[in-house]
Structure formats: structure tokens, C-alpha cells
């Protein structure tokens, strides 16, 4: 994890389920050179991911696995958008334009 | 391979002996120079990433052998691997059409009229993904659908195995291709995918010029890349990139036809993301100027036609592709972006027809 980018800023929850991390990260994964800044990436139930397109083209992340399914359309060079992660399991993360930009997300 | 006419500097139907062009193998999509940092000096360090590998990688449980070669090329090129007996793939996809059949949309079985235009096969073997739709990634997955497909080559697997377990010519060849394996099907599929990735275009003007040949393209092609790969002007390059001058990406291109009636979907039907509605793959361009017509529905004639739609940005703007601009650019620069893309033809290569076993 130490070379994987994330905000330090940490916003510690006071009511969260018992099942979600206390202190929620959020993580940034890159689209770059049409493929995701990391290949894997594990985090915690209640963790977000910003996913940032650095490219000069537009992007179109999305997942359809089942433990998170999420569609962030398309959205062009030096825009984020976040996807926060609420149950634990595998998810496939996917480029809808570039079938080759795949990534994995591990949500423990 | 001695039945291919060969020419070095041709898009080689390659032969297997390692008479491919002279260059050493490149990593495909290696490269991360961005097109704006282009040098545009024949040779440059900074063009290429523009040059394919000399050869498409091969999966493991089916390297190239001359024998597997050339037993693909035999299915291919035999209409007795069709229902009715009288259509091959290369009825389709024709070395002296591109590769293609030079139709809006392709004919199958009885003539029957299909959905989408024949892609080439040239150069396919460089992509990891196949058809319009992508639902199929290799030529080993690919091969049996045309030909098990209703609507296309509409035969019966039982009946294929049948006729070719039965042909002493085809059990021999197998043997030698594939010694100890069984015939099953998808050994069909492994030998005629064998035979489309020797079907390549890597040695074109454009090539030469990148490897160093200052006089393999003129100045207008010269200025035709410039705006190729300008995102300012032609903006191709963002979906026809290197080195095969495609994205292997799925776009909707704002043709006329998304805006008729229960318009083709495309890529949606695999991958069902909104922006996917009526994308489709982006082909290659390598070759351009033998498969037309252009377009997955086949709706334009000419280059000068393709160009005229991109100008405008697309007829049907619903679901467009936002990569897909409209394009300031003057009637010189047009037919600039179209001489260069004259450049990306290589020398015709003769294929000479296999014999194929009767018995």
C-alpha cells in the first residue's frame, strides 16, 4: 500500500456500522495512458475511490460485478469522480470505451 | 508457403519461414509518447511507436507452425466448411477485396442480407479484441462463429467433424498441424486463426517513412499525419491510435443509421453502458484504401464521404461519442488527412488458392 496515492485526509465516522472501517481512506486511481494507474488495489468497506482521468480523452469507468455495480459515464481529462465501496468482495473495474483498462478492487 | 507470391515490402500474407519484414519485434502498446510530442522527421525516435511487431503473439497452446499455417488456410478457403457447401470464409473476406467484399453489409447464407459490414481480416491478429462488438477476444474464439452462425456459413458442427475425420487429406493434414490432438472443433478454430495472423499490413508508405525513408511519403501526406494526430484539427489519432491505428475501443459515431428504428446497439449488447448503445469497434485503418465501404453499417462509399461525416461531428448526436468533435478543417486539409491515408496501403500481395483434399 505504501505506493499507492490516497488522501490523508481521513474522515473518522462516528456512527458507522459496525462493519465499516472507523476512519474511512479515499483512494485515487489514475487513467492514464489509456490504462488504470494500478492494476489491484485492496481497501476496507466504507473506503472511496476517485477515479481520475489524466488522459486527453474521455473515460467511462464502470464495474458490473456484484459487489458493486456503478456506471460513471463519461468524463474528460483532469475530472474525478468517486465511487465509495459499502460491502466487501471483488469488483472488476472496467473502462466501457478501452476494454483493455481493467483493474481490480479488493474490498475487505 | 511457397504458393504466396511474395513481396518483402508487401502487407505480407506473412510465411511462416521467417520471411516477414525485416524489423526486430516491438511491444505492442509499449509506447507512451503522446502524439503531440511527435517529431515529424522521417526516422524520428519519436515515431515508433507507429511500427507493429513483426509478428501478432500467438497463444501458447497454439504457436505458428508452417504445417498449422497452411492447414488453415485450407479451411479457410473451403466452402465445404458451410451448410450449403458453397460458402467459404474468404467468400466473405476476399485477399483481392481487402480482406473484406467490398458490400455496405455482408451476404450469408442464401444471400441473405446481414447486419453489419465484413471486417478485414488484415492485421486482426494484432488486436485483443474481435468484431464489431468485441464479444469475442481472440481469432481462436472468433473462427467458428461466422461459420456455425444461421445466418452466415450456417453449418453444423456434427456435420464439419464428420466430413473432416472422414477426408484422408484433412485427417493427414491435422496430424501433421496438431499430432496427437483430436479433430474437435475448436482445433478447426486454432488452425484457421493460424492462418489470419499471417494476414498483415506493417510495411506501407507510412512505414518506411517511419523507419527512416524521408521520400516514402510526400509533403502533403507529410502534413496529412500532422492533422491525423492533432487533436485540434483531425483528432483521429484519440480512437485510431498506434500502432495498428486503432483504440480497440467501442465508440458511437453518430451515424444516420443510430437514428432509425430499433437501431443496431452494438457493443451494448455485450457490455450494457449507456454510452455503449451503437458503438461499435474501431477498425484499423491500415489497408483503407482496399475495404471500403466504411463504417460498421457500410454507409459510406468513399473516404471523402468519411471525412465529410467527421467534419460535421455525426448526423444522430444521441449517445454520440464524446471523443467525437466536430472538425475545423479546410477542404486542402481534408484531402491532406486523406493522401496520408493513402500512405497506409502496402504493396498488394497475390495469394495463390490452396489445393484442397477431395477424399
Redesign the interface.
Known sequence: MKSLKFFTLIVCLSSVSVTTSLCAEVFEVGQK??AFTQKALVIKVGDTVSFKNED???H?V?S?SDAKLF?L??Y?QGVARDVTFDAPGEVEV?C?????MTMTITVQ | MNDIKKTLSGWCVAGFAGIYCMMSALPL?AS?V?D?QMVFKAGHASLQHWLLPVTPESPDDNQPTAARIALGKQLFFDPRLSGDSNMSCASCHHPSLGWGDALPTGRGAKSEMLARATPTVINTGYN??QMWD?RKKTLEEQALGPITAKQEMNMDLTVLLDFLKTNTGYQQAFADAYAGQPLTPELVAKAIASYERTVISRNSDFDRWVQGDSKAMNAQQVRGFKLFVD?NKGNCS?CHSAPNFT?????NLGLASFGEENPDLG?YSE??????KG?FKTPTLREITRTAPYFHDGSAKTLDAVMTHYIVGGVVKTNV???LKALTLTAQESADIIAFLQALESPFVEVTLPQLPLH
Open positions: 495512458n489509456k486527453a480523452f474521455f467511462n464502470f458490473l456506471d459515464g463519461s474528460p472496467e466501457a470505451v478501452h476494454p483493455d | 502498446f507512451t503522446l503531440g485483443p479484441i468485441g487533436p484519440v483504440d480497440n475501443g467501442f465508440h457493443r457490455k450494457p453502458i449507456r454510452m455503449m458503438a461519442s464524446p471523443n
